[in-house]
């Protein structure tokens, strides 16, 4: 980049593609639609800055979400917004503490993610918000055989989380 301040030519057509993905990602963390447009923002004035090359964007972004969207998480800031959109009732479930009890799993899940390594963090966050295999393991510079074990301890090690979270309370 040229320049203090240019504007990268390709960000409007990056942003245009990306941004669905980068919002789903983060959602998928936080849990927030409102908290995933606010880290989408930060991603993309992050990649704005950078010399990634546009066809190594979604792959740098998804991270990029999913990196930022755990820091949010891990420092709590709008912890009370994200808690109240999560907390929006769906009409079709009539009782109110089966909304309570799913609402404390989610906040469970969130926080147990919070406390993984980042790595497994972030490879759980991106499998699970639809990217393939090969996605991933381009992502994050693994070997695309590797992702599925990277997922695997990832999962395992969230549910070692919660069983140890819910056996200290």
């Given at each position: 980049m040229s320049g203090r301040g240019a504007v990268r030519a390709d960000l409007e057509q990056v942003f245009r593609t990306a941004y669905p993905r980068v919002v789903a990602v983060a959602t998928r963390v936080l849990g927030s639609r409102d908290g995933a447009e606010d880290v989408a923002q930060e991603v993309f004035l992050s990649f704005a800055r950078t010399a990634v090359p546009a066809g190594e964007a979604p792959a740098w972004l998804s991270v990029a979400a999913a990196h930022t969207a755990l820091n949010h998480l891990r420092s709590g800031r709008r912890r009370a917004t994200r808690e109240e959109t999560a907390a929006e009732p769906d009409p079709t479930?009539?009782?109110?503490?089966?909304?309570?009890?799913?609402?404390?799993?989610?906040?469970?899940?969130?926080?147990?993610?919070?406390?993984?390594?980042?790595?497994?963090?972030?490879?759980?966050?991106?499998?699970?918000?639809?990217?393939?295999?090969?996605?991933?393991?381009?992502?994050?510079?693994?070997?695309?055989?590797?992702?599925?074990?990277?997922?695997?301890?990832?999962?395992?090690?969230?549910?070692?989380?919660?069983?140890?979270?819910?056996?200290?309370?």
């Open positions: 479930v009539p009782d109110v503490a089966d909304d309570v009890v799913t609402l404390d799993e989610r906040r469970r899940v969130r926080a147990a993610l919070a406390r993984l390594p980042r790595r497994q963090a972030v490879a759980l966050v991106l499998r699970h918000s639809g990217l393939s295999y090969a996605e991933v393991a381009a992502a994050l510079d693994l070997s695309p055989g590797s992702v599925g074990t990277t997922v695997r301890r990832a999962e395992s090690a969230l549910r070692e989380e919660l069983s140890r979270h819910a056996s200290s309370h």
